[in-house]
């Protein structure tokens, strides 16, 4: 069964601290692995997209990166601001016969405080 | 330019009621989803339509229906509604089913059934 597991489950840091979100997945056959930020009442929006030949992909201040033999996807946000407080969620994505099939992650909830 | 709206925002039913919801995109997008949101679960794709004319399910379809009306409108249909459909539905669209286009999502909509 595909899974996507994500850690820490929530995370409270300082304004202007760096931090890093954890996503460990088993979707096969892999397509791509897609970082979302979910504001508190609103839908996801996508930060970044990385495929099974792309190690790291950078957004501003957000950073992804992929290994693909070990299966481990990390966001790193550095230099935090009050506005990153937000659920971050991986999701990765298969193709099956022409059929589309996301694998969403639970999120990690990340508050960031003055 | 709205992007992706949904209506209504928030509903209260009770069991065996029925509702539609509704979504609209302006994006000139061929494709469109529902996903449904749990308190400690990622999101689940419920159905999606790869292009006007065709619905294919998703992950977790049944007690739900839908019809793309046009290209800019999806709608999610339930037809006796159960507490166990008490959840948050988004609708998300995108320029084609391939994993590699980005999905863009409503605001939600937020549903309690008693």
């Known amino acids: 069964k595909n899974q996507v597991e994500q850690s820490p489950q929530s995370l409270i840091i300082l304004e202007g601290k760096n931090c890093t979100l954890q996503c460990n997945y088993t979707v096969s056959p892999f397509s791509n692995l897609r970082w979302y930020k979910q504001d508190t009442g609103r839908g996801p929006v996508s930060l970044t997209i990385m495929t099974f030949s792309e190690n790291t992909k950078s957004n501003g201040r957000y950073t992804a990166t992929l290994d693909a033999d070990t299966k481990q996807s990390s966001l790193h946000i550095t230099a935090s601001q009050l506005s990153d407080s937000a659920s971050y969620i991986c999701?990765?994505?298969?193709?099956?016969?022409?059929?589309?099939?996301?694998?969403f992650g639970r999120g990690t909830s990340l508050i960031v405080h003055p | 330019n709205a992007g992706v709206t949904q209506t209504p925002k928030f509903q209260v039913l009770k069991t065996g009621q029925s509702m539609t919801l509704q979504c609209a995109q302006d994006?000139?997008?061929?494709?469109m989803y529902w996903y449904r949101q749990d308190p400690g679960m990622g999101l689940r794709l419920i159905y999606y339509s790869a292009s006007e004319g065709t619905t294919d399910k998703g992950e977790v379809p049944n007690g739900y229906n839908v019809s793309r009306l046009n290209k800019r409108e999806f709608s999610l249909r339930l037809e006796s509604a159960a507490p166990s459909q008490t959840s948050v539905y988004f609708c998300?669209?995108?320029?084609?089913?391939?994993?590699?286009?980005?999905?863009?999502f409503g605001p939600g909509t937020r549903l309690l059934v008693l």
């Open positions: 999701v990765v994505s298969a193709v099956r016969g022409g059929s589309y099939i996301p694998t």
């Open positions: 998300a669209s995108s320029g084609s089913t391939r994993p590699q286009e980005t999905q863009y």
């Open positions: 994006m000139n997008h061929n494709s």
